[in-house]
């Protein structure tokens, strides 16, 4: 079946620029998370979604970030006023999230660069 | 912080087993032990996951040491397209917590 899906692949935009980064989840996985990260470095946690609601911001580096989830699939994070220090692969996952094991499947990542 | 400590990189001959080994000297008794792992360009992908007893899936074995504080897993015939880099994660099983907490991973090469 379809796994996570994430469009752009690449983004390429300058500083002080807006951006909105998509992610389709895969069908039914009512929780969907949002992870960063930089070269040679795992993976960190931005945001986690169940359903429509953000359950968890705690990892937004600060209020130039943002993310919805408005009808509980599709979810697109936002970046204000983007900085060189934003360049990144931006993750999504998706768990079904009904069990107490919610194995997290990622997309591919949007390679964002920031100029 | 990343709860667990890993070799950056190891090294494995195709068609050998890769035991890839985890330190997590903190761990809680409610939490258990996952593993990822990450090829070059693609999404972490779930591996395996355990609370104590040792555990085998299609794709690998996970080895978790009576006291709970190190793991190993095990690729019993490693490919060269098992080369990626795995990561050992310790988190609470069904928590509220979400989130996944990555560290940087061992990085392992499978050789022909």
């Known amino acids: 079946g379809a796994g996570v899906s994430q469009t752009p692949s690449n983004k390429v935009t300058e500083k002080g620029k807006y951006v909105e980064l998509r992610c389709d989840p895969i069908s039914g996985h009512t929780a969907l998370y949002w992870y960063r990260q930089s070269l040679g470095q795992g993976p960190e946690f931005l945001i986690y979604?169940?359903?429509?609601?953000?359950?968890?911001d705690s990892g937004l580096p600060n209020d130039r970030f943002f993310a919805v989830r408005p009808e509980g699939s599709v979810s697109t994070l936002k970046i204000q006023r983007t900085e060189r220090g934003d360049s990144a692969v931006y993750l999504c996952?998706?768990?079904?999230?009904?069990?107490?094991?919610?194995?997290?499947?990622f997309g591919p990542g949007t390679r964002l660069t920031v100029l | 912080d990343a709860k667990t400590t890993q070799p950056p990189s190891m090294d494995c001959a195709e068609g050998r087993a890769a035991n890839l080994p985890c330190n997590h000297s903190?761990?809680?008794?409610?939490?258990?032990v996952y593993w990822y792992r990450q090829i070059h360009s693609q999404g972490p992908q779930y591996i395996i996951h355990g609370l104590k007893n040792n555990e085998t899936n299609e794709m690998a074995s996970l080895i978790i040491t009576e006291d709970r504080k190190s793991s190993t897993l095990i690729l019993p015939h490693a490919t060269l397209r098992d080369t990626a880099v795995y990561y050992c994660i310790v988190r609470v099983y069904g928590g509220s917590q979400g989130n996944l907490i990555f560290g940087k991973g061992t990085k392992l090469s499978v050789k022909p």
């Open positions: 903190t761990i809680s008794g409610n939490e258990y």
């Open positions: 996952a998706s768990s079904l999230r009904k069990t107490s094991f919610d194995e997290q499947f």
């Open positions: 979604f169940q359903g429509t609601g953000a359950a968890d």
